[in-house]
């Protein structure tokens, strides 16, 4: 069985909702998802209950694929042919090596 680590970030009480918010990221092997997830709690609640409700929810959101998430591949960036990368050392060399000119 194949246990998908869990990133939590931004976790926030909502007061005006009572509840927990995160944006709650899944690792796998078919790259990384992330989750906004929400679990209506009080704020008496301990961070170590709220977490884990809010891992809860991102998994079975996961498992069953519903709902809206962002997806991150887990490929790397391709060079786009044709374009040189920039220097910015040499930009401002250039920039440096020009007249100076008034604007009056």
Known sequence: MFTSPIQ???VRYNAAEQQFEAAVRVLDRGGRRSYACAIK???SMSFEQAAEGLAKQA???HRNR???FS???PSG???RGGRQAFDSKRWLEDVMAQPLTSAA
Do not use: Y
């Open 8 to 10: 939590l970030t931004d």
């Open 66 to 68: 519903g709902g809206m």
């Open 41 to 43: 709690a009080p704020i």
């Open 59 to 61: 998994l079975r959101r």
């Open 77 to 79: 960036f391709a060079r």
């Open 71 to 73: 997806h991150l591949s």
